[in-house]
């Protein structure tokens, strides 16, 4: 496989030709698109980007409500 490649995740690479060093490398970001009709105004105002960072206490105020629900 060539290392050149794009991969979203984690890739593993095993090597026995000897011993190597480990290295760091930054984590994926990831861009997500949802709406629900009964989010938090104020944390998810309407057709405004919203950056969280903290996802346990975004989840709660993101609404229950999706479109493609059965109600």
């Known amino acids: ?8 995740g984690v890739s593993v690479v ?3 030709d ?5 290295q760091t490398v930054s984590t994926a970001v990831i861009g997500l698109i949802g709406w629900a009709s009964d989010a938090e105004n104020f944390t998810f105002p309407l057709d405004t980007p919203v950056l969280v960072n903290d996802i346990k206490s975004a ?3 993101a ?3 999706v479109p493609w629900q059965a109600h």
């Not at 496989?1 to 979203?8: G, N, P, R, S, V």
Request: charged share 25%; glycine share 14%.
């Open 1 to 8: 496989m060539a290392q050149d490649q794009l991969h979203h």
């Open 14 to 16: 095993e090597t026995t």
């Open 18 to 22: 000897g011993s190597q060093s480990i």
């Open 59 to 61: 989840i709660g105020k």
């Open 63 to 65: 609404g229950k409500k």
